[in-house]
Nanobody, 126 residues
Framework: VQLQASGGGLVQPGGSRRLSCASSGFSLDYHAISWFRQAPGKEREGVSCVSSNDGSTYYADSVKGRFTISRDNAKNTVVLQMNSLKPEDTAIYYC????????????????????WGRGTLVTVSS
């Protein structure tokens, strides 16, 4: 039972990057899935969450209007589309899953998450 994040890399400011979170050994159908990130020298912070029941989405203020989270239960995958990237978006990005499958305030309560994947590094630099 694990999650695997992928899609990180080097991107120029203003560019886009697409991250994927795939599950192995279990179905994402009943899990809320979130992305967190940790920048160098900073604490890990919540970025975005998508609920399992109605697909409600939540975003940190710092990424609203630039990032979009979506889920494809048939493929057991959650995608984070990141546009208009800034140098301050540079971080290791992690995906995490929780049940019950509603997001609520879980972006601010990382202890609610039972499953964590290994991170993928996104570097925004010219």
């Amino acid at each position: 039972v694990q999650l695997q994040a992928s899609g990180g890399g080097l991107v120029q400011p203003g560019g886009s990057r697409r991250l994927s979170c795939a599950s192995s050994g279990f179905s994402l159908d009943y899990h809320a899935i979130s992305w967190f990130r940790q920048a160098p020298g900073k604490e890990r912070e919540g970025v975005s969450c998508v609920s399992s029941n109605d697909g409600s989405t939540y975003y940190a203020d710092s990424v609203k209007g630039r990032f979009t989270i979506s889920r494809d239960n048939a493929k057991n995958t959650v995608v984070l589309q990141m546009n208009s990237l800034k140098p301050e978006d540079t971080a290791i990005y992690y995906c995490a899953g929780k049940v019950p499958g509603f997001c609520g305030d879980s972006l601010n309560n990382q202890d609610e998450y039972q499953i964590w994947g290994r991170g993928t590094l996104v570097t925004v630099s010219s």
